[in-house]
């Protein structure tokens, strides 16, 4: 279990990923900052978040999200987050494994219904702010608020 503590952790916004037919904004985020710059190669991440999302966009899908590399206290874990029918966000959380041949993987988590921890929750609501200034508030879904927001990124501490 996890102590009752806050230590801020740093996140850092990373080159966006082309993943299933959407642009995924990617943050890292440490808990121990002297590990930040250990990163996974585009393609492990990119691979990883396409097992997320193996499914085509369905109809209220937008081809934007973001996505958070956790690299916490007691694991890592991967967010995947996919903006939907205007306002509504698709949520997967998942946690890091070693499969059987020893190769890094992510899986569900056995506690199913964990949706973020308080850090990640914060560049949840970047996420969230920056998704109505730069779409909703323009009241249009075009190339030009699609490029605003996927230009709009968080780096700091949480």
Request: with cysteine; net charge negative; hydrophobic share 40%.
């Amino acid at each position: 279990m996890n102590p009752l503590t806050y230590s801020p952790r740093l996140v850092k916004a990373l080159p966006p990923l082309d993943v299933c037919g959407r642009t995924l904004k990617v943050y890292g985020m440490f808990a121990e900052p002297d590990s930040s710059a250990t990163l996974p190669e585009p393609e492990w991440l990119r691979q990883q978040a396409a097992s997320v999302l193996s499914e085509p966009l369905q109809q209220g899908d937008h081809p934007v999200g973001f996505l958070i590399l956790h690299y916490g206290t007691e694991g890592t874990y991967l967010l995947v987050s996919q903006w939907y029918d205007a306002n509504m966000l698709k949520h997967w959380v998942r946690g890091s494994a070693v499969d059987a041949e020893g190769n890094s993987t992510v899986t569900p988590l056995v506690q199913r219904d964990l949706i973020a921890c308080v850090w990640e929750l914060e560049v949840i609501k970047f996420e969230r702010d920056a998704w109505v200034n730069t779409v909703l508030a323009q009241g249009r879904l075009d190339r030009t608020s699609l490029d605003a927001y996927l230009d709009t990124t968080f780096s700091g501490w949480v």
